[in-house]
C-alpha cells in the first residue's frame, strides 16, 4: 500500500503548494507505515520533490500544459488501481477541489476536503477538517478504504527531508483523448491573489479609484499582489478578480495588509487562513482589528506614504 500525493502544476513548473502537499503526504505514509509517492503531469520541475521525503514520482505529459480534468481524473484513478494506493492527497486549490471529488466517486472513496492535520488511526481513521468558512472545526470518521484528502492551505507547514527519488516520465500524447485551446487570457505583469506570499488590499476608506495608487505603490514595494473589499468590486473602481472575502476569491497568503477596510464578517471569512493579518484603519472600533495580528489606527494618506518609505530604506541598506 502507498499514499499517493498529486502535485499540481503550472506553465511547466511545481506549483507553490508542493511542498506543503509533499510533506503532509509523507507524514501520513510514515504514520502508516507505507512509501508514499507522487504523481504530476506536464513537467520536467522534478529535483525539487528529492528535497521532501518523496520516494518516487511519476510525470505523465500529455502535450499541453493546460489542466484537463476529465483525463486527469481517469490517469489517477488508474494510477490508484495500479499501485494498490489507498489514499490521495491533494491540495485545495480550485483545480484540486474539482478533481477530488470526481476522483472519489469514481474509485468508490471517500472524499475529505479542508483537513488541517494528520489523520488519527488510534482506532478509527478520523480527520479534522475546517468549516463554516474557517470559523469552527469538524471531525469525521471514515469508514471507506479509499480516502481522497483535501489539505487546506497553509494548515500544514513544509518539513525538508532528502530522499532518493527516482523520476518516471510517461507519455500520453498517444492514449488520451485530447482537447482543443482556442485562446488563453491571462493578465501580465502583476501576481495573482492566488499565488502571492504577500497581498496588499483596499477598501471604501482610499475614498476614490483615484487613490489605488497608495495600494499598488506598496505592493510593488514588497512584491505583493493587489486586492480590494466586496463595494469596491461593486463599484468598478477595482475588477471582480481582485474581490477578497467570503463571496469573492479565498486568500492564504502568508501576510494579508487590510487598508481601509472595516471587515465586514465575509470579507474577514475570506481571509481566515492568511497567517498574518495587519489592518490600517482611521476607525479605532473598526471590526477588522479584532481579527488582525497588527493594527495602526491612522489615515492610510498619512500611513501608507511613512510605510513605502521605511520599507525602501530597509531595502536600499540591507
Not at 469525521?140 to 489539505?151: A, D, H, L, N, Q
Not at 497553509?154 to 482537447?179: A, G, Q, Y
Request: include cysteine; aromatic fraction near 10%; charge should be neutral.
Amino acid at each position: 500500500m502507498s499514499v499517493l500525493v498529486f502535485i499540481e502544476t503550472e506553465n511547466g513548473l511545481l506549483k507553490k503548494n508542493f511542498s506543503q502537499i509533499a510533506s503532509y503526504g509523507v507524514a501520513l505514509s510514515k504514520k502508516l507505515g507505507v512509501k508514499c509517492i507522487a504523481i504530476a503531469f506536464n513537467t520536467d520541475d522534478c529535483e525539487k520533490l528529492s528535497e521532501f521525503g518523496i520516494t518516487e514520482f511519476t510525470v505523465f505529459n500529455s502535450g499541453h500544459k493546460f489542466f484537463d480534468c476529465l483525463n486527469y481524473v481517469n490517469i489517477i484513478c488508474n494510477f490508484l488501481l495500479e499501485n494498490h494506493c489507498k489514499i490521495l492527497v491533494t491540495s485545495s486549490s480550485a483545480d484540486s477541489k474539482y478533481i477530488g471529488p470526481l476522483i472519489a466517486n469514481k474509485w468508490d472513496g471517500h472524499y475529505a476536503p479542508n483537513v488541517v492535520e494528520i489523520p488519527s488511526t488510534d482506532k478509527n481513521f478520523v480527520v479534522k477538517q475546517s468549516c463554516y468558512t474557517n470559523k469552527a472545526f469538524s471531525y469525521t470518521e471514515i469508514y471507506k478504504e479509499r480516502i481522497v484528502i483535501g489539505v487546506s492551505n497553509n494548515s500544514f507547514m513544509p518539513v525538508k527531508e532528502k530522499s532518493d527519488c527516482k523520476v518516471k516520465f510517461e507519455n500520453l500524447k498517444d492514449r488520451i483523448k485530447t482537447i482543443e485551446v482556442l485562446s488563453v487570457d491571462k493578465f501580465t505583469g502583476r501576481k495573482t491573489i492566488a499565488d502571492a506570499d504577500i497581498v496588499v488590499s483596499g477598501g471604501r476608506g482610499l475614498k476614490g479609484p483615484e487613490n489605488w495608487y497608495l495600494i499598488e505603490d506598496l505592493a510593488e514595494v514588497l512584491g505583493a499582489a493587489t486586492a480590494c473589499s466586496k463595494p469596491i468590486s461593486d463599484m468598478g473602481w477595482r475588477t471582480h478578480d481582485e474581490h477578497v472575502g467570503q463571496t469573492g476569491k479565498p486568500v492564504s497568503s502568508k501576510l494579508y495588509i487590510a487598508i481601509g477596510i472595516s471587515g465586514a464578517i465575509q470579507h474577514v471569512a475570506g481571509i481566515a487562513k492568511s497567517k498574518v493579518k495587519v489592518v490600517i484603519n482611521n476607525d479605532p472600533e473598526a471590526p477588522f482589528f479584532k481579527s488582525a495580528d497588527f493594527g495602526i489606527v491612522g489615515d492610510a494618506f498619512d500611513v501608507v506614504p511613512k510605510l513605502i518609505q521605511k520599507l525602501n530604506e530597509f531595502k536600499s541598506s540591507s
